[in-house]
């Protein structure tokens, strides 16, 4: 079933709007409301990942809860599991029970990373959101075409 025969036109290649569609589906990646990305394909490493990431990818965990998770995290050390989350305010039995299928916490040494590190990952982060935009963007504008 093809979705829509529109050609987008890139520098380098062209590909269709359905093969476009395919791609973020195979590959896990949802696209919200809001523009932001998530990766559904595998669990999110909380012990490892940024206060942008745990925003962008967990449901019900804003920037603040985010933050607060991030903070914990670098007063405590690595979280052992998940209901050690509910030790933190604003995260809530319902909370954890949205979230639970979609975080892990690595079994070993816990790898964290400096405020340089975080930042990075924190623009790369961004960067990639705003390329997605940009591609979904043209991708509109093609289909309407």
Do not use: W
Request: charged share 20%.
């Amino acid at each position: 079933m093809a979705i829509c025969q529109h050609t987008l036109s890139f520098p380098i290649l062209q590909i269709s709007f359905s093969v476009f569609l395919k791609f973020f589906v195979t590959t896990g990646l949802v696209l919200a409301g809001s523009g932001t990305a998530a990766y559904a394909a595998e669990p999110l490493n909380v012990n490892l990942a940024t206060a942008s990431q745990l925003e962008s990818y967990l449901p019900g965990i804003g920037k603040v809860k985010a933050q607060a998770i991030v903070d914990y995290r670098n007063r405590n050390g690595p979280f052992d599991g998940p209901e050690q989350l509910l030790e933190i305010k604003g995260v809530g039995s319902h909370t954890l029970d949205r979230i639970r299928s979609l975080i892990k916490f690595d079994s070993g040494r816990a790898l964290f990373f400096s405020q340089a590190s975080q930042q990075h990952l924190d623009a790369r982060d961004q960067a990639i959101r705003e390329g997605i935009k940009r591609i979904v963007t043209r991708a509109k504008k093609a289909a309407h075409n």
